[in-house]
């Protein structure tokens, strides 16, 4: 298998080895596994999901929900708030699969209510802190107002309060992480206990990898919904989160040009297959992605100077230490691992795996 | 036609009076005009510069020199410098089309040399400044070798320097970017003649969007590649190089939620559809897009205050002035200027007109 242009490797024991290290731990903390799709994308991968016990997903829209629906997968949340432009599509998903929705808004719930003539399972999309979007979980009145809208409705059943815990990605340690989420399980905890005389009590959905990779106790809340870990990234190395060896995923770049005095090599690369997505390195250097050797079909950490330090559309930078610029020549391949997998996968639209067989993403055009 | 999901909206009144401006100004100031397609990477689009007159283009992989030539473009320059591993593609590109490409290495032109048995003409790609790649101005030495080696070769012509002055990128005024434009000129120029004892004698190529909306006098070159300037975007207006009304694309996002005490909205419209591309607005604010208004199918400026603020893999947090975040309900539509055009188009994989109609992108699924 000769790769010519730029592609997405992926090493599959690495990424086994984090849906199993996911899974194991959910299971003995007890509470329910419903990973995050969006970033794989692929039906493929998912499989290797299903093989592991998982039978619940998350996925970030409709487009996507529909692509995992078509495979089989039967029971699947749309973590983002319901784009009301997209109702005809939820109606029909609803009557294929245990269809489950974001509300954060008053409004749309009442707007849901009037139109869905399926059951569809509601979570309330709750702020503890992340400010992205959600009620924020001081403001008591609009959650009671939404409750009331959905326990009125005859389709729509209400599930519980769900939180993305992405402030977890501002932190500078494991502690902060731990924190945060202790703050957020607590918060949600205090609001569920205010609606403790309904029938059905409120569960309690939290969601992003720093978290459940890090924190070691989970009691208290019903499902997680992490879904980087599946491939991580250094994003999540300089957060402490994972090591580099954990890291499934490295884009193989042509080098395609050499400049002995910089030590840097050009490659095809750029930002139309990484993303612009960078992250400060020790020494506050701006970086796109890090370079990783590979030996027998298996990648190896270089040093940590051999860095992507520019992207344009086509081509990146690379800065190498003065053995490696010395080993590499135009034609070779360089292999780096990306700051935000979700993205990049997003871009290179499927993955070759160590094997040389290709795998499908909702993207590709070789998409199942 | 009604929008559901993030869709990348082009005027198509604008977009041809960005090509006519461009067509005309090289024109009269008699350069030839080889517009760089990665922009757009459109066969409908393309057209449109057909009408306008052009034959010749530019584009960035070869993927993108096989999607154009299939489909009539006979005249391609790759100004990427040559991937030895795409030798295959590259000699049967040679057979079908005039086909130009850019080394930026010795061993490089050896190997080609090697390689092709058609004629296929050859740039040297000069760095007269930017720093991305390409041998410097002043490696006079490295030049003599390349133009022997080119030379010695039945198949290889040399067509000349081909320069990208990126480095107008990061100006902050109109002066510097004519400064630097007549510097890399005036550098091209003195090399140029080192060889003027050459039965032929080099062409000089330049190509940015900053330099060809905004200098002036262009003699003294043969050839202009810029490609941004046929959408334009947020980047080329903060540098003073277009008006915020000779943008032609603008991304239509649902407004999914209401933030009341902040005055934002949040939009299915990530970083999946946007790219991570920022830019600092006149109060040193990070932000990804600005907000036009659509009255009547055109859109109008909106406030300088209506900005995109965050980006995640699929939400979008827009920040608006108290008149704008009043008219705004969830289910209706946003429409935001784009950072980086390029990027973005890539992204969104197609476009859709102001009459209607969607009109082709490489990287689609609709592609031609």
């Known amino acids: 298998m000769e790769i010519k242009s730029p592609t997405l490797l992926?090493?599959?024991?690495?990424?086994?080895?984090?849906?199993?290290?996911?899974?194991?731990?959910?299971?003995?903390?007890?509470?329910?596994?419903?990973?995050?799709?969006?970033?794989?994308?692929?039906?493929?991968?998912?499989?290797?999901?299903?093989?592991?016990?998982?039978?619940?997903?998350?996925?970030?829209?409709?487009?996507m929900a529909d692509y995992f629906a078509t495979k089989g997968w039967d029971d699947?949340?749309?973590?983002?708030?319901?784009?009301?432009?997209?109702?005809?599509?939820?109606?029909?998903?609803?009557?294929?699969?245990?269809?489950?929705?974001?509300?954060?808004?008053?409004?749309?719930?009442?707007?849901?209510?009037?139109?869905?003539?399926n059951p569809v399972n509601i979570w309330i999309k709750t702020d503890t802190g992340y400010h992205r979007s959600g009620i924020p979980v001081e403001d008591t009145n609009t959650?009671?107002?939404?409750?009331?809208?959905?326990?009125?409705s005859p389709n729509l059943k209400l599930k519980g309060l769900l939180s993305h815990t992405g402030n977890t990605y501002h932190t500078t340690s494991v502690l902060q992480i731990e924190k945060l989420y202790n703050e957020a399980v607590k918060k949600l905890t205090g609001l569920k206990n205010r609606f403790s005389d309904r029938q059905t009590k409120l569960q309690l959905s939290l969601g992003d990898t720093p978290s459940f990779t890090r924190v070691s106790d989970?009691?208290?809340?019903?499902?997680?919904?992490p879904g980087n870990f599946v491939f991580f990234d250094l994003m999540?190395?300089?957060?402490?989160?994972?090591?580099?060896?954990?890291?499934?995923?490295?884009?193989?770049?042509?080098?395609?040009?050499?400049?002995?005095?910089?030590?840097?090599?050009?490659?095809?690369?750029?930002?139309?297959?990484?993303?612009?997505?960078?992250?400060?390195?020790?020494?506050?250097?701006?970086i796109y992605g890090r370079v990783v050797k590979m030996e027998e079909d298996l990648w190896k950490n270089a040093g940590e100077e051999n860095v992507l330090t520019a992207l344009s559309q086509e081509h990146g930078t690379v800065q190498l230490d003065n053995k490696l610029y010395e080993s590499v020549n135009i034609g070779d391949l360089i292999y780096i691992l990306p700051v935000h997998s979700c993205l990049t996968a997003n871009l290179m639209k499927g993955y070759l795996n160590l094997n040389g067989e290709y795998l499908d993403h909702l993207e590709g055009v070789f998409s199942y």
């Open 10 to 63: 992926l090493d599959e024991k690495k990424c086994r080895n984090n849906i199993r290290m996911m899974t194991e731990k959910l299971k003995k903390q007890k509470v329910r596994f419903r990973p995050h799709f969006k970033t794989h994308q692929s039906i493929q991968i998912g499989h290797w999901f299903k093989e592991a016990g998982v039978n619940s997903i998350t996925v970030s829209s409709l487009k």
């Open 76 to 117: 699947i949340t749309v973590a983002f708030p319901v784009n009301l432009r997209e109702t005809e599509r939820i109606k029909a998903l609803s009557k294929q699969i245990n269809l489950e929705l974001v509300v954060a808004d008053l409004g749309v719930a009442t707007r849901l209510n009037s139109m869905v003539n």
């Open 143 to 152: 959650f009671e107002k939404i409750i009331k809208e959905i326990d009125s």
């Open 218 to 225: 989970l009691s208290g809340i019903n499902e997680a919904r």
């Open 236 to 286: 999540q190395y300089h957060l402490g989160v994972c090591s580099l060896d954990q890291i499934a995923v490295a884009l193989a770049c042509p080098v395609v040009s050499k400049k002995k005095k910089e030590k840097q090599v050009i490659i095809h690369g750029g930002a139309v297959h990484f993303s612009k997505e960078s992250i400060l390195d020790k020494n506050h250097r701006k």
